[in-house]
């Protein structure tokens, strides 16, 4: 027996040296240890031998097995490696071959307005500044002159998070946090998130984003708001608009006109989109009223200003043809990657 296992190995030794590819010892592997490989069947006859001879046998035979199989594995492994260098060198590297594509994700509509706007009142001279989110009702209200019992302060209309705090409902706020702290000249643009307690609709979210603009110095006339934003419409809309200042009402601001920019589906001819009447809404704006100068500390007399206010939302859908403003927020892609 042992003689046999002997010779068993020494065929597969030179067997193995003969070896050109793994099919070869794929073959070698079912020749010897197979189902009816020849070690198998050494390993089947030990019942045949007599009981002093079967365990000497049978470790002799096990042992032997697990040589052959890592010889086989060692030939294996070389084998693998030999194949790989050959294949690599056989291959030269196509360079020309396009790479995978990533699928890249794209700027979201209200960022790219947002940027655009920012830097075109950069250009302009003007600083950014920041104010909270979460407001005091002073800020948000009672220094912008906005009455007790003025419906906006109403708790339906803002979200509330005590008697003395809310969800800011506009980016006005931040005007008087900024001259709370500097002294004019002022020139700065506020850009932020707002909240509503709107019903949400096609022109309706409760959260949307605002951007505001102050100006104060001793001696800016109502001139000056109608240059910079006219030169802002030109730029975000285009040079061929027309744009009109119509007298309004804000309580922080005497005079106050609405901004409107010529419509930009039928060029003021009038249409549906304008409601026929040949122009957009798309700003407020004023000179701050002297109640709100003398909340922070302000001389109405020596210094005047002017200031805006907008929703991005409502620029982007004026500029990109956006007809709800839900497509804001709903994060389909289909809409998301046309920008
Ligand atoms: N805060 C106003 C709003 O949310 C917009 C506004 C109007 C801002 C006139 C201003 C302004 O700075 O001067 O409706």
Redesign the pocket.
């Known amino acids: 027996m042992e003689n046999k296992i002997k010779g068993v190995k020494k065929e597969i030794v030179s067997k193995l040296n003969l070896v050109k590819d793994l099919k070869d010892i794929e073959k070698l592997r079912v020749e010897y240890l197979g189902r009816k490989g020849i070690v198998t069947l050494l390993l089947r006859k030990l019942g045949s031998f007599s009981a002093e001879e079967r365990p000497k046998a049978g470790q002799l035979l096990n042992q032997s097995k697990r040589e052959i199989e890592e010889l086989l594995k060692i030939k294996e492994i070389e084998i693998e490696k030999l194949e790989k260098e050959k294949r690599l060198q056989g291959e030269g590297i196509d360079l020309t071959l396009p790479g995978r594509k990533l699928d890249r994700g794209t700027a979201h509509p209200i960022n790219l307005v947002l940027k655009e706007i920012e830097e075109i009142f950069l250009s302009l001279g003007f600083k950014i500044e920041e104010g909270p989110e979460v407001e005091l009702d002073y800020y948000n209200f009672e220094a912008l002159n906005i009455p007790k019992d003025h419906p906006a302060r109403d708790d339906q209309d803002s979200f509330y998070i005590n008697k003395e705090i809310l969800l800011r ?4 706020p931040v ?1 008087i946090r900024v001259m709370e702290k500097q002294q004019p000249p002022i020139r700065m643009i506020t850009i932020g998130r ?1 909240y509503r307690r709107d019903a949400a609709d096609s022109t309706h979210a409760p959260m949307f984003h ?1 951007i ?3 100006a104060v110095d001793k001696d800016i006339t109502f001139g000056d708001l109608k240059g910079v934003l006219t030169v802002f419409v030109h730029r975000i809309f285009g040079k061929d608009r027309k744009v009109r200042f119509r007298p309004a009402y ?1 309580p ?2 005497e005079p ?1 006109a609405e901004v409107d920019v010529s419509c930009l589906l039928c060029h003021g001819r009038g249409c549906r989109a304008c409601g026929y009447t040949g122009w957009l809404e798309i ?4 000179e701050t009223d002297p109640a709100v100068f003398k909340m922070v500390g302000y001389d109405p007399e020596k210094y005047s200003s002017f ?3 907008m929703g991005a939302e409502r620029i982007a859908m004026l500029k990109y043809g956006i007809n709800d403003i839900r497509l804001f927020f709903e994060n389909d892609l289909r809409f998301l990657k046309q920008f």
């Open positions: 409902t506009h980016t006005s005007e707002c605002q505001e603009g102050l804000f922080f601001t106050s700003m407020g704006s004023g200031a805006f206010g």
